[in-house]
């Protein structure tokens, strides 16, 4: 379960957050739905505790993220958080499939748990066929899905996406929907932040607007 509890966050006289409040029990697909600027992405870095708010605490199975130390939490986000950042990361000097093994090397997987679980994830989101490619070689759409892939692949309990369909056309939004689906019945929590409507019919929405969260009613909503 992941409780949130009156978040602030401000960058100088903006406040970006203002007292957001919510609770998401284990298994749940959550959507942070709002405009570009309505701070889905500070709210998503605080979150995969890459950001810490002014005021307020997060708490991930019982552990305040806000209070934590920095080496437990990487150890923290190692085991438990897959997190895909909005501006599709990776490093240029490695291949794709490494960029995507990443965190499997990190989490201390052997080398044949690796190529298992790595073919299996660039085949499931599409690109297979580019393994061996370096990021400037890709797309932008191709460098959000690997970006995925690397965020699922330790197989974690807490999936965070900024942006899951950025860059992508429809049949490659679907995939990746469907991949995620697929990740929620297998028991991850999920949250991502969009502004993109197709993404809604698939979760439960919060809607933040002026630095509040709230219910949105759509087709796959509340």
Avoid: W
């Amino acid at each position: 379960m992941i409780r949130v509890s009156n978040l602030v966050k401000s960058y100088g006289e903006l406040k970006v957050l203002d007292g957001v409040s919510f609770d998401i029990e284990q298994g749940e697909f959550i959507v942070i739905f709002g405009s570009s600027g309505a701070g889905k992405t500070t709210l998503l870095n605080i979150l995969a505790t890459y950001d810490k708010p002014d005021e307020g605490e997060v708490i991930f199975d019982r552990i305040n993220i806000i209070n934590t130390s920095e080496n437990s939490l990487e150890r923290f986000r190692i085991e438990k958080i897959g997190f895909a950042h909005q501006s599709s990361y990776m490093i240029e000097c490695l291949p794709l499939y490494e960029n995507v093994a990443l965190p499997l090397i990190l989490a201390g997987f052997s080398k044949q748990e690796k190529e298992k679980v790595v073919a299996k994830l660039l085949k499931e989101v599409g690109l297979e066929d580019k393994a061996k490619n370096r990021p400037s070689q890709l797309s932008l759409g191709q460098k959000k899905r690997a970006c995925i892939a690397r965020a699922l692949v330790t197989d974690p309990r807490f999936i965070l996406i900024d942006e899951p369909t950025a860059n992508l056309d429809v049949a490659n939004k679907e995939r990746i929907l469907a991949l995620l689906s697929q990740k929620q019945k297998g028991g991850a929590t999920i949250i991502v932040a969009t502004h993109d409507q197709i993404v809604t019919k698939h979760a439960k929405v919060l809607e933040l607007t002026n630095g509040k969260l709230v219910p949105l009613e759509t087709e796959g909503g509340v």
